[in-house]
Each structure stands twice: as structure tokens, then as C-alpha cells.
């Protein structure tokens, strides 16, 4: 009695797991053409003329003969499978998982086609992309809170930057990567 139980706890336990991703959308059943062999058998009939000679004569005789022989060809049937929904993907433990087209950088596929941003991350688009609290002058931000100056400048404070004179500008300022403005009175 106990074994009984057990079993169908068993049962129910499978079918619950069975069902749990069909329900969340993961798993879909879909008619899936599968080839197969199929055997079989066939009756085969075959006459031949046997000539033989008997005493100074020669005579034929029609001889008929058949057999079964084995038969072996492709066929396909229709079966119905459970299979990843569209928009899911099996990873390699064969697990439903969505697709975002694209990926997540910098975040999570949820569902299909829809990014989870990770902290610090602000969902633009179909990208997440880092926050910086303050804007980044003549920078980018490339990560949460960071700024990283654009090329030819250089940083000044953790979200300005400057831009660099290779030659230093003698009685004016640099206003541009390598362009000096002179000040008033100068040329």
C-alpha cells in the first residue's frame, strides 16, 4: 500500500514538473513529421520454363513458384512533441530559456525579446546602458558612475574632461583637441 502511494505521488510529482513550463509559455506541443521504417512483408510469384530432356525428346514445362519476401521502406508519420515555444531557445541542459534578439548586454532575457537591466543599467531601446548621476562633459558614460573621455581629451574631474594640446598654448587656452584660442591681443 505504501509502494502504491508512493507511486502515485511519483506520478503526480512528474506531471507537475511536466506541466509548470508549459504553463509559464516555455514549452509548446507541435505536430513534428518524424521518418520511420517500416517493414513488412510481400508475396512474391515468379513463372520460369524448365527444358529437360527425356529419352530422345526435349520437353518444357512451365514451373510457377512464390515466397514472402521482407519488406523495408521510409515512411513518415505526424507525432506530437513538446517543443520551446517560439521565442525560446533550449540552452544545453535542454531547458526552455527566451531569446532577446541581440542579447542583454549589461542585463538579463526575461522574455522573449525583453531585457532586464542589471544595477546601475537603464534600459534604452533594446540595450541597457550604464547611469552616470551626472552628465559626462565631453565624455561617455561607459559604466555605472564612470565616465571615460572622448579621444583627444583628457579627464579633469571624475565627469568633465578637457581637452589636450599636444603643444602647449602660449598666451591663450585649448579649446579643441590640438586647437589653441588666443587671448585677446594675441595671434
Known amino acids: 500500500k505504501e509502494l502504491t502511494i508512493a507511486m502515485k505521488l511519483y506520478t503526480l510529482i ?12 516555455r514549452i ?9 521504417l517500416k517493414r513488412g512483408t510481400t508475396r512474391v510469384s515468379r513463372t520460369a520454363n524448365c527444358y529437360y530432356h527425356c529419352i530422345f525428346a526435349f520437353h ?29 531557445a533550449k540552452n544545453s541542459r535542454g531547458e526552455c530559456l527566451p ?9 538579463t ?3 522573449p525579446n525583453q531585457c532586464g537591466c542589471a544595477e546601475g543599467y537603464q534600459l534604452r531601446g533594446n540595450r541597457c546602458l550604464p547611469v552616470c548621476d551626472v552628465e559626462c562633459v565631453l565624455g561617455v558614460c561607459t559604466s555605472p558612475g564612470q565616465c571615460t ?26 579649446i579643441a583637441p590640438n586647437t589653441c584660442e588666443c587671448d585677446h591681443g594675441f595671434e
Open 28 to 36: 509548446c506541443l507541435k505536430d513534428v513529421s518524424v521518418q520511420y
Open 99 to 107: 531569446v532577446c534578439e541581440g542579447g542583454c548586454i549589461n542585463g
Open 149 to 174: 573621455c572622448l579621444p583627444g581629451y583628457t579627464k579633469q574631474t571624475d565627469t568633465e574632461c578637457t581637452p589636450v594640446c599636444e603643444t602647449p598654448c602660449e598666451n591663450g587656452r585649448c
Open 60 to 88: 518444357t514445362r512451365i514451373v510457377d513458384s512464390s515466397y514472402t519476401a521482407q519488406t523495408c521502406e521510409l515512411a513518415s508519420k505526424t507525432e506530437l512533441r513538446s517543443e520551446c515555444c517560439d521565442g525560446y
Open 14 to 25: 512528474s506531471a507537475l514538473l511536466l506541466l509548470i513550463p508549459m504553463v509559464l509559455g
Open 109 to 111: 532575457c526575461n522574455a
